[in-house]
């Protein structure tokens, strides 16, 4: 019984590594990006498939069958915001970051650059 406690406990760490390696990876340098409402819903439903895949089927007694988890189970059990949640904060640092910079830095200057035509 104890094996098989520290079996589950690996796993979960395992999957909380994978998790935040995806995480990781999909927001790299999202505080420039601008997203459309499909890119919103395409990053959404990539990172709950790379969530099914990691955590797997789930047997449903009931039915007696295995399914997939839904969205919601998905979120209950990750217990992270969701991708594109996760870029609209990063978002808001960086602009946090920028108004508190100098006036003559770069990034500040061309955050508030009037055009003209």
């Known amino acids: 019984m104890i094996i098989k406690c520290k079996f589950i ?3 979960m760490g ?3 590594i994978l998790l935040t390696i995806i995480d990781k990876v999909l927001t ?3 505080e420039t990006w ?4 499909r890119d919103r ?3 959404n439903v990539f990172e709950r498939k790379e969530y ?3 955590l797997g089927p ?3 007694n009931e039915k007696e069958n295995w399914r997939l988890l839904t969205n919601k189970e998905i979120y209950a059990i ?3 915001p969701t991708i594109t949640e996760t870029i609209r904060l990063n978002r808001l640092h960086w602009f946090g970051h920028v108004e508190r910079m100098e006036e003559n830095r770069i990034p500040k200057r061309v955050l508030y650059k009037v055009v003209q035509i």
């Open 9 to 11: 406990v690996l796993i």
């Open 14 to 16: 395992y999957n909380s």
């Open 28 to 30: 790299y340098a999202s």
């Open 34 to 37: 601008t997203l459309t409402k």
């Open 41 to 43: 819903k395409q990053l």
């Open 52 to 54: 099914r895949r990691i």
């Open 58 to 60: 789930v047997y449903d």
């Open 78 to 80: 990750v217990k992270k």
